[in-house]
């Protein structure tokens, strides 16, 4: 069957059960990449993406869940040539080792920073306190985020 | 720049089997020249290095990106003796159809073997074109300058590499007559540039192995059995053989799999078949409480690893005696591992994020019986690994489950329970160690350990080292496991402490066969005897009365390991304090990796919560010297990785067992530390340019353990010597 979805602005039917978990869809079928997986458990945030603006786990959201939702991945803050504050920021501080967990830091700072545009650094830490990193990358990270919240803060004043 | 990064273009390269006529292994003939590094069993130049029409070089790396950013220092190197910039390096790296044989990306060993092998064949390259510029611009090779691919002859004539691509013949061996340049030269090296593998890996771009679709790909998944061992008695194959989008079941033996044509219809087909499977025998495994007694039983070879007795133990001297342990620990990986594989024609072509694609491809042929010139093994970038984990053992799987559907090729992930509950841990150690001191110097050092071995990859001379290969109808023999051997050693890596001692005796019970699958994890057992040695250090030290900073210094020659120790302690302005609150406390942790590769001092402060049990280490500071550094930042990134990493497995972890298994399952069955958990970290560079580069990554795990389990002792006055240091060992300490 055919299930439709909103996904970086763009309508899209992907042809999945509507229990599948909207991970699969979004790499499978629209040929994302950024969500990574990482548990399926929700435990790890790996595979964060924003619907409706808050970070949810996609190995556990089922896509019948979220067809009226709008989804938003880390493909659609920013490029390679045109980055997100947040991206270059990660750049910027070589906020990454291996990598895999970034996508999910990235996505779960977006929801901080959206709703808390002047995080402090316990701010940060807590805002990610449910995304895992096994590279020991933690500091690099949290400084990307503080580091993006004031070129943001820049940008608007 | 091109990415280092495997695209789309290089997977698809892979179905036309492209083999490259380079030889790649060439037979070493008696008597020939020592070449440095990986050099010495990659000899030619065209191996190493290929100047492109573009002005352009592609270097081929055997060495892989783990997320240490290896890739980008490699790139460094190159650029730096080619006079290139770096963006117009183009890595290519383990692919068994294009990339030397360097075996295993591991110890710690890549920019020592392969940044060497690069430095000396791009010095002799850059001379080549040097010299073929001469000819062609009619000047000698010593009136021209050189920049940035630009040769330039007095006149202000100038030719490109681009130019002389077409005429520039590298199919020839390396002479390593050509001096590299000084350090003094250096623009590239030295400098902290931007990885290159960043920007991709924050935007979503295909990276991994993980990430490469393949026109008509299946998903695969596989069932292990509830002990290690067990035999696969049924399975109802029928019953999940008409589940929604299931290709095949897959039997051999008592490997069992599943294809689907989506990948949660391969997981639901997986759970089913789970719960269907009946399974007999197998190894119990120990209780957690007896994994220690039952290590201790074990059959061990027995070796010294050092001995020295200058003098008789004075009389007076006072005696010391501890034993501490060290858990099964996990590599853990944020990404379960991940292969795909595919069969065409009889050839396999594998992509996978093993640390060694060459021995990859050996056990793979084994396994499957198949000559190994029939399978490319290509390398594409994993979460991280940390060592072997699970990363060789699924490429055997999804050929198992690819042999099924030839010509669809099939991606297999593995699940979180099987990473973790699967995958071969660091083994569990017990340290013994006896010592005396008198008038303030270690007069007497005696350090038995017990360890399974460490090394377990595939590559060994017989055998196979794939997990699944054990329990196939035509099961491959599992190889006799063997210590590492000294100096750089394996489980007794680091035993052998770096410090004066004229009497001591270092004994190592290396014990092959281990009833838990247990392999190489970051540092091997240099975590555990440096955890040990240096708790040992703060031990005699506190019994002659001196201060742990001074007691180390003045049982230390060596002026890099002295140096380390030094500014480490003025960094945080070491004092010695004979007192402690009870709840802060601050320690020192120092090894020499390998006894051969970097120095690394670090001090932790640590806060225990005297009601919860509970360690907070709010910072941790480190004093680093890796010879001649490449990346800087690089460097630095790896040592607070390693730093934070350590801190994660000295609170917290532990693989914990009963007799139906193993009980990590998943983050909460074996946590890690958090964001709001971990430490600050401030890290010193001691850059030395003129003395050889020095193995890293691994370098700050074993100082960290030990200057934390060090900082909890100073807080509490009670010393913990089992780790993990738990909220609950920590309240039983305080008693």
Redesign the interface.
Known sequence: MAINLKVNGASRSVP??PD??LI?VL??DL????A??????A??G?CTVLVDGKAVRSCVTPISTVTTSEIT???S????EK?HA??RA??EE?A????????GM?MSAKELLDRNPRPTE?D???A??G????????????RAVLRAAQASGRTRT | MTSPAVNRREFAAGFGAIVIAFSLDPKLARGQERLPGSLENNRRLDAWIRINADGSATIFTGKVE????ILTALAQIAAEELDLPLSRIEMISGDTGRTPNEGHTDGSRSIENSGTALRIAAAEVRAILIDLAAKRLGATADQLTLAEGIVTAPGGRKLGYGELAAAVDLRREATAKVEPKTASKYKIVGKSV??L????????????V??I?LPGML?GRVVRPPRYGAKLETINEAAVRTM?GVVAVVRDGSFVGVIAG???QAIKARAALSGDSRWSGGTELPDTGKVYEQLLSLRTVDTVASEKRASARPSGARVVEATYRKPYLAH?????SCALAEFRDGSLTIWSHTQGVFPLRQDLARSLQIDPAQIRCIFA????C?GRNGHDDVALDAALLARAVPGRPVRV?W??DDEFAWEPYGSAMVMKAQGAVADGRIVDWSYELWSGPHGVRPGAPDGSNLFASWSLAQPQKRPLARNIPLPAGGSDRNAIPGYELPNHKIINHFIPEMPVWVSSLRTLGAYANVFAVESFMDELASAAGADPVSFRLAHLSDPRARAVIEAVAKKVGWKNSKTSDGVRGRGIGFARYKNLASYVAVVAEVEVDRDSGKIHVPRATAAVDAGLIVNP??LT??I??????SV?WTLKEEVRFDQGGVLAR???SYP?????E?P??DVELINRPNERSLGAGEASLGPAAAAVVNAVAKATGRRIRDLPLTPARVKASLR
């Open positions: 999945a059960e599948t978990p699969y790499r499978n040929e994302l990449n950024g990574k997986f990482g548990c399926g458990l435990q790890c790996a991945t880390i493909e803050l920013g490029s390679l980055p947040l991206q990660f750049i070589q990454a080792q291996c990598g895999y967990c970034i996508n990235i316990q940060v830490r807590a990610l306190a995304n895992l990193c096994r590279c020991g990358t933690h500091n690099r990270i949290v | 783990l997320g240490q950013g931007q990885r593998d960043i920007p991709a890996k924050v935007s979503g771009g295909a990276t991994y993980h990430d679709r998903h929604p989506r990948e949660e853990a990986s944020m990404g379960p970038e994993g979460a991280g940390y992930q699940m979180r930042d690089g990134n790896q607070e990785g390693g730093i934070i990493q994660s998943d983050w909460q890690i530390l958090t964001m709001p971990a600050i970290v």
